[in-house]
């Protein structure tokens, strides 16, 4: 009788631990968010250079098979017309991953630079925030590059409109930072991703391989790396930026490049570090690494 007792209570015990640990389980289930819905540009502001918010001049940004796509095919000249789409909601701790080609050819009456040349937007002030005629927005670029045929870039780099990074706690001055990736020609997905965790890190990834890490994101260095260059992003008042220099980058927003060079981007999803971090409530998640209790639910 008493060996059965035992037995009942061993048993007791097993069905608590069980019952105590089924919610921890759930609490490591990575709640990733699509950033495109694959049928149209919801979620996203445009921003064009010379063009109003929310003009799509010359129809730069469409959808396609559910690929979202910057093209040229209604341009006659390039004329300057830089462009970025900006999704609407910023984020500051995060992990994002996306894929990525490159497609036809650049503008004849673009910049050389521009070609086989775009990227992604980091911690980005707001298209609603830029000037009329600002070429880039103030941001952290992960800079993408491909052969042209006549050379072999990295990609997954980083350029730093209007802003500074460290690496090895040394501030690097240099407008672009080149990255150790391998070599992508044109019509070639390539599978992207970066870690941002605030005002801290920031990790570059490409193919699965971190290629580019830096820390302490901060306005400032001028806007390609001199304290005299802000009139070249046609920013008519310097001043306001000039007196953030230093300032931490803790969030902002992301957005696609368009420089034009035709790309395809597809798989836009977004996995949110910040959020309820009280083990008592239902949507508790134990890769929150930032806390934003105000969104706990019980």
Same mark, same amino acid.
């Given at each position: 009788?008493?060996?059965?007792? /035992?037995?009942?209570?061993?048993?007791?015990?097993?069905?608590?631990?069980a019952?105590?640990c089924k919610?921890?389980? @759930? *609490?490591?289930?990575? +709640?990733?968010?699509?950033?495109?819905?694959?049928?149209?540009?919801?979620?996203? +502001?445009?921003?064009?250079?010379?063009?109003?918010?929310?003009?799509?001049?010359?129809?730069?940004?469409?959808?396609?098979?559910?690929?979202?796509?910057?093209?040229?095919?209604?341009?006659? #000249?390039?004329? +300057?017309?830089?462009?970025?789409?900006?999704?609407?909601?910023?984020?500051s701790?995060?992990?994002?991953?996306?894929?990525?080609?490159f497609v036809? #050819? /650049? &503008?004849?009456?673009?910049?050389?630079?521009?070609? $086989?040349?775009?990227?992604? &937007?980091?911690?980005?002030?707001?298209? #609603?925030?830029?000037?009329?005629?600002?070429?880039?927005?103030?941001?952290?670029? &992960?800079?993408?590059?491909?052969s042209?045929?006549?050379?072999?870039?990295?990609?997954?780099?980083?350029?730093?409109?209007?802003?500074?990074?460290? &690496?090895?706690d040394?501030?690097?001055?240099e407008? $672009?930072?080149?990255?150790?990736?391998?070599?992508?020609?044109?019509?070639?997905?390539?599978?992207?991703?970066?870690?941002?965790?605030?005002?801290?890190l920031?990790?570059?990834?490409i193919?699965? +391989?971190?290629v580019?890490?830096?820390?302490k994101? *901060?306005?400032?260095?001028?806007?390609?790396?001199g304290?005299?260059?802000?009139?070249?992003?046609?920013?008519t008042d310097?001043?306001?930026?000039?007196?953030?220099?230093?300032?931490?980058?803790?969030?902002?927003?992301?957005?696609?490049q368009a420089?034009?060079?035709?790309?395809d981007?597809?798989n836009?999803?977004?996995?949110?570090?910040?959020?309820?971090?009280?083990?008592?409530?239902?949507?508790y998640?134990?890769?929150?690494? #930032?806390?934003?209790?105000? @969104? $706990?639910?019980?």
């Amino acid at each position: 009788m008493m060996r059965r007792n /035992h037995l009942q209570i061993i048993l007791a015990a097993l069905i608590i631990s069980a019952a105590a640990c089924k919610p921890v389980a @759930k *609490t490591g289930t990575e +709640d990733w968010q699509s950033l495109f819905n694959g049928k149209d540009l919801s979620g996203w +502001d445009i921003k064009i250079l010379k063009r109003p918010l929310n003009e799509n001049y010359n129809n730069t940004f469409i959808v396609e098979d559910s690929v979202l796509r910057i093209k040229y095919d209604g341009y006659q #000249k390039f004329d +300057d017309h830089f462009g970025h789409l900006y999704y609407q909601t910023p984020f500051s701790y995060y992990k994002l991953q996306l894929q990525y080609r490159f497609v036809g #050819k /650049h &503008m004849a009456d673009a910049p050389g630079y521009a070609d $086989c040349n775009s990227g992604i &937007m980091l911690h980005s002030q707001s298209a #609603k925030s830029l000037e009329l005629n600002q070429t880039f927005p103030v941001s952290l670029e &992960m800079q993408f590059l491909c052969s042209n045929g006549k050379d072999a870039p990295t990609t997954g780099n980083l350029c730093t409109p209007g802003t500074q990074v460290r &690496m090895s706690d040394a501030i690097r001055p240099e407008h $672009c930072i080149n990255a150790a990736s391998k070599t992508y020609n044109k019509d070639v997905w390539v599978n992207a991703a970066v870690e941002v965790y605030g005002d801290s890190l920031i990790r570059h990834i490409i193919e699965g +391989d971190t290629v580019l890490v830096y820390t302490k994101p *901060t306005i400032g260095g001028g806007f390609v790396g001199g304290n005299y260059n802000w009139s070249m992003a046609h920013i008519t008042d310097s001043l306001p930026w000039i007196n953030k220099a230093g300032s931490r980058l803790t969030e902002g927003y992301i957005a696609l490049q368009a420089e034009s060079q035709p790309i395809d981007f597809k798989n836009l999803k977004l996995l949110d570090l910040v959020g309820c971090m009280d083990t008592k409530a239902s949507n508790y998640k134990s890769y929150f690494i #930032k806390a934003d209790n105000s @969104k $706990c639910r019980y």
